[in-house]
């Protein structure tokens, strides 16, 4: 079992650089403005033999009050409360600030082990910063730069003596999983919940995960980073990626939100399905379809949840869905739509059971001859238009080159002249023939070979 451990500190000390230097890729946003760092992220990471679980943090105090702050220091409770180690950051250049004594004095009733790093020791006039840190009570302080890698060789030999006082616990632990078996070919589906800001994105994650593990809040944007959660649902195992809202891009002005929406997209291109979050009262408007074509831009499968269904008026709602995908989302009709409340919990299986379903058809092949057999019965009712030169175009056969998504190639003797009307008339028999509705298909005409040259 990898050991768990919970990067603290205040806010500004480097805890996502040192979270993305110990995954060793740039997953967490790192920015000069407090607070980045919100909800809790993990990853598994490796330093030398050392099998590790990092989780970032936020990085507020503590505070009494109902506000996001509040939520945020309840995400880093967790953190800690899971973790099996934590290591605590201060920033050795400012020295040790109050926030700094008021992490120390929690970390120290939570009675986990604690390394204490002190961050941006690149110079010797750190030092005194360094010595600062031991009337925190947590031991030495390491000098360290998670910016530059320097003191991991330290960090490494501090964590590997608390993995080997836990290394009985660990051996039971993996013994016991080793008896419980896992399905082999168990292959893990990666969902993208994506939208615009305030539509319920972290709220439907928490509902379906059972637990609040999402920050949350009616604040707008209150998600900044990309963050995955493991999850099973009928002995499936699937990836849920929470993701920022998206708004325009006209107005988005600020450094942080444009990070914040490249890491959205990101998770769109690393997903194999998207489930485009809608609010109830305004259904697929302009912003939700820019995201929805996006999606099917990359090539990525797509399922619509019209969330807040319990407080919709759902007859306007429902003509709205049906005539914006008529006229605005063409070129992937019969994309699967389910209605939920996310608040409520309600509509969820059958979400998942639409996420099953179309993942099969993203990743699924047409056996070559079903797929000649319809390709001749559909040139035959309607025939290729004549090409520029006058001549018809003859359209001798055709084949899957790939799934995820499905991709054809049509072999022709005069490829250049076939317009895209004629394409989207076999995309749309595609749909409909071999059940690809929602599914983003790709063709590709290529000119056959002169067999006498």
Known sequence: MPLKIAIIGRPNVGKSTLFNRLVGRKLAIVHDKPGVTRDRREASARLNDLELTVID???????????????????????????????????????VQPYDEHFAD?????????????????????????????KLGLGEPIPFSAEHGLGLADLYDALKELDVRQAPKEQEEQEEQEDDGEAPGNKTIQVAIVGRPNVGKSTLINALLKDERMLTGPEAGVTRDAIASDWEWKGQKFRLVDTAGLRKQSKVGDSLEKMSAASSLQAVNMAQVAVLVLDADAVLDKQDLTIASKVLDEGRALVIAVNKWDIADKKEAIDRLKYRLKTSLTQAEGIPTVTISALKGEGLDKLMAAVLKIYRQWNSRVPTAPLNQWFADVTADYPPPLGKNKRRIKLRYITQAKTRPPSFFIFSSNPEGLPDSYLRYLVNSLRDTFDFGGVPIRITVRKTGNPYA
């Not at 204490?116 to 840190?133: H, I, P, T, V, Y």
């Open 106 to 134: 929690i970390l120290r009733r939570a009675g986990k082990p604690v390394v204490l790093l002190a961050n941006k020791c690149e110079g010797k006039e750190q030092e005194n910063g360094r010595f600062e840190a031991y």
């Open 57 to 95: 943090t936020a990085g507020y105090e503590y505070s009494n009050e109902d506000n996001l702050e509040a939520r945020m220091w309840l995400q880093t409770q967790r953190a800690i409360e899971d973790a099996d180690a934590c290591l605590f950051l201060y920033d050795a250049r400012a020295g």
